[in-house]
């Protein structure tokens, strides 16, 4: 749509006709060969972070842990990140769209990361939480563990003919009735494909229903300013119950570790 109005604009004497959203909706539903980057692309993203992950973290940049992050993704056959990596440390982790900065990673830190590989052109994403260097303590269980149960129920909640709205009520009321309904994201999730953001928008506005073979991310978060915030990010395939329900791409453990 863009293009189209830049197109008319630029020769306004062409007859240009509009077509809507059309080729974004035949988009949504992938094939297996486009499933199969995305499955490669994840691999490549699980690898670059559990790498990292062994690596020493205290003392380090954010900056400098997201300049890593991507390279490592390039280093394992991505094409390149598939978006800016977000590493957010501490009171950043309470900022929704955080981008790194020269903060240092800190014992006691929530650390927040989101990165994802584009593959063959085709983007995916995963978001994880840990604490860094010492034991979690008891506030950062309690938050960490209500928003892995509002991941899972909007992963549980993945199966064709299931309407986008529900998905994204079945993660948001899990936190909206512990009293966080103000700290929660516009969106629980989003399909993914040759763009990182494309249809189906798991909103709770969202209009139509997941058919098999659509890829989305499920990426419910708690975001406290000031004190820090979890986030847990995975890409997902919309699979019948016959194939054995949503074919989970990112499998980075959804454990609390401490680092």
């Known amino acids: 749509m863009t293009r189209h109005h830049a197109i008319r604009d630029a020769a306004p004497r062409l007859r240009l006709a509009g077509i809507g959203c059309a080729v974004e909706q035949l988009r949504i539903v992938k094939d297996e060969e486009e499933i199969s980057c995305l499955r490669i692309g994840a691999e490549i993203t699980d690898q670059a972070l559990g790498e990292l992950l062994e690596s020493i973290l205290v003392g380090r940049t954010e900056r400098h842990l997201a300049l890593e992050l991507e390279r490592r993704l390039v280093d394992h056959g991505a094409d390149g990140p598939a978006f800016p990596t977000s590493v ?26 989101c990165l994802g590989a584009t593959y063959r052109g085709y983007r995916c994403e995963i978001g994880r939480t840990f604490v860094i260097g010492t034991a979690p303590a008891d506030w950062q269980i309690e938050l960490y563990d209500l928003v892995f149960s509002a991941q899972r129920a909007g992963r549980e909640s993945l199966v064709p003919g299931a309407a986008c709205r529900d998905v994204d009520r079945a993660a948001r009321q899990v936190l909206d009735s512990a009293g966080y309904a103000e700290a929660l994201p516009v969106l629980t999730g989003h399909g993914v494909g040759l763009e990182i953001d494309e249809d189906p928008q798991l909103t709770p506005a969202a209009m139509g229903k997941l058919d098999a073979c659509v890829p989305v991310t499920v990426e419910p978060g708690v ?37």
Do not use: M, Y
């Open 88 to 113: 957010a440390t501490g009171p950043n982790a309470g900022r929704p769209g955080h981008r790194p900065t020269d903060r240092r990673v800190e014992e006691g830190d929530f650390l927040s990361v």
């Open 223 to 259: 975001h406290l300013p000031g004190r820090g915030g979890v986030r847990i990010d995975d890409t997902l395939v919309v699979r019948p119950e016959a194939d054995g329900g949503p074919e989970l791409l990112t499998i980075t453990t959804k454990e609390l570790l401490a680092l």
